[in-house]
């Protein structure tokens, strides 16, 4: 088992950053692609970013790319999401995501075994 709980989550004004954080406690010793999803009121979670268990490969939503940057630090069992150029309509719920298949990297939620619980992000125009 894995509890993951994310943190970072604010308003901030279109144009403008944030850096959320994902911290992983339990068997972290354990290989995981992670992964980081949103979800807006009356929409499905979507796929934002995922990174390898190693750190050294990444892949990003089309609406993110260039703007949204993946990380982790394996010796502190983080995960990280840094959002630039932040707009309107990334406004979601983010969720942060484990999936101990690490050999893998999958965009959408349904293979991923655990989840936090969330931090809300809301960007004003």
């Known amino acids: 088992q894995v509890q993951l709980v994310e943190s970072g989550g604010g308003l901030v004004q279109s144009g403008g950053s944030l850096r959320l954080s994902c911290a992983a406690s339990g068997r972290t010793d354990d290989r995981y692609t992670m992964g980081w999803f949103r979800q807006a009121p009356g929409k499905e979670r979507e796929f934002v970013a995922n990174?390898?268990?190693?750190?050294?490969?990444?892949r990003y939503a089309d609406s993110v790319k260039g703007r949204f940057t993946i990380s982790r630090d394996n010796a502190q069992n983080t995960v990280y999401l840094q959002m630039s150029s932040l707009k309107p309509e990334d406004t979601a719920g983010y969720y942060c995501?484990?999936?101990?298949?690490?050999?893998?990297?999958?965009?959408?939620?349904?293979?991923?075994?655990?989840w936090g619980q969330g931090t809300q992000v809301t960007v004003s125009s």
């Open positions: 990174i390898d268990w190693r750190g050294t490969s990444t």
């Open positions: 995501a484990a999936d101990d298949a690490w050999y893998t990297m999958k965009e959408v939620a349904s293979p991923y075994d655990y």
